[in-house]
């Protein structure tokens, strides 16, 4: 029988908006294979195909999906329900999983789901969620987005979830990304210098990135 202790962290990845599971995989599995070897990571597609071009076209093959629509400044949002009822059931059929990891309009979700989980209006089926890692993410009700209804309460007390945050210098969500780090106690942060994408991780980012997971795998055990 597998050691409870040598269990690996399974992780639902959530990509971008207009990606796909299949190019986040890509670009996550381009970090060092003892980072990858420690993790069970699982990359799920959105449920609605693209409503328009997506900027990775010409870059990454097709299909591309995005979790749900919002109109042109952000106020308002549809399908952002039936969203995390597809999250939901998935993570019910294909669990159980210990954390999220999201980048851009995946990040933007997993940020919110901790506290939506515990105000008892998403993912009510599934254990909690242990740890995030977000990737160029952005908070629901900052300066750029809005609060869809179900997420209003999100972030109305801090949220106690182990997270790690990488935040790109160039990236068109840097402001956003550091003003989500005040929602989260103790947040970990790698920085880097491209713009919005999942970087390559640096001997430091390497090594902060070990560090994260050795502290949610004690935390597994324990939880």
């Not at 059931?89 to 979700?109: C, E, H, R, T, Y």
């Not at 929602?183 to 001997?203: C, M, Q, S, W, Y």
Request: charged share 25%; glycine share 8%; aromatic share 10%.
């Amino acid at each position: 029988m597998e050691d409870q202790n040598q269990r690996k962290p399974r992780i639902l990845c959530l990509h971008g908006f207009r990606t796909s599971g299949e190019i986040l995989k890509q670009l996550v599995l381009r970090w060092p294979e003892p980072v990858i070897q420690k993790l069970d990571l699982v990359f799920l597609d959105a449920q609605f195909p693209a409503l328009g071009k997506s900027d990775v076209e010409g870059i990454f093959d097709p299909p591309y999906y995005e979790w749900f629509q919002a109109n042109e400044d952000f106020t308002e949002y549809s399908n952002f329900e039936e969203c995390l009822s597809y999250i939901e059931d998935f993570m019910v059929k294909n669990g159980p999983f210990d954390g999220l990891l999201g980048f851009s309009q995946g990040a933007i979700l997993a940020a919110a789901l901790p506290g939506m989980q515990a105000q008892g209006v998403a993912l009510a089926k599934v254990e909690k969620i242990k740890f995030l890692i977000v990737i160029s993410g952005a908070k629901f009700g900052g300066n750029k987005f809005g609060m869809p209804k179900l997420a209003s309460n999100a972030f109305s007390k801090p949220i106690d979830c182990p997270s790690l945050h990488i935040i790109g210098e160039k990236d068109f969500l840097k402001a956003e990304s550091i003003a989500l780090l005040e929602a989260f106690e103790n947040p970990l942060v790698i920085h880097h210098p491209k713009g919005h994408t999942v970087p390559r991780l640096d001997d430091k980012s390497f090594e902060t990135m070990l560090g994260f997971i050795d502290m949610i795998q004690d935390g597994q055990v324990k939880t």
